[in-house]
């Protein structure tokens, strides 16, 4: 039961992050902001219930640089959006 | 089972959590608004989705650790990123540029 479980929360995930990227892909760059930070947020979760379903420690470290390098980002875009209005 | 039973509950809370924050950005009327829907995906999923790690035993201390370092940085990260993008887009709105 407990892998059915794993698997169940991997195809969750990867479906609430499909449906994210859907909303990031419209709208103005202020709506497809948090879309884009929420899909980062759930791409990594995805990929930690993924390295238990699979055995691969490395999504781990994917992870890890995923959430870093995605506050980065976003703040990052947020400031030029800022900028150029 | 009963390890099984918890680790089922948590996952189902880490999906509820994911869905509801998708469900709720998408629906959200403005920018702001939308901004509070990054909670439930950043603050509460990865410390449940952990404790279903730790939980279901079937993982090294050294996966428990790191999948723990990747929920901290989410959960400590999550309120700044979501304050300065708020910050970010109400000093956009007040300049007087047009809304998102």
Known sequence: MSATSWQAAVWVLSAAFAA?????????????????????????????????????????????????????????????????? | MTAEIAVAVLLGLVGGAALFSVVGLLRSPTPLAALHYLGPAA????????????????????????????????????PFVTQLLGRAYYAGENEGGESG
């Open chain 1, 20 to 85: 994210c990227g859907w909303g990031a892909a419209r709208g103005g760059p202020w709506r497809r902001l948090p879309a884009l930070q929420l899909a980062a947020t759930l791409l990594a979760l995805d990929w930690i219930a993924l390295a238990v379903v699979i055995h691969a420690p490395y999504l781990l470290g994917l992870a890890l640089v995923l959430v870093l390098a995605s506050g980065v980002g976003t703040l990052a875009f947020a400031r030029f959006l800022e900028r150029g209005r």
């Open chain 2, 43 to 78: 603050i509460a999923a990865p410390p449940l989705l952990v404790a279903a790690v730790v939980v279901s035993g079937e993982t090294s201390l050294a996966f428990d650790l790191q999948a723990g370092l990747v929920a901290a940085f989410l959960v400590v990260g999550a």
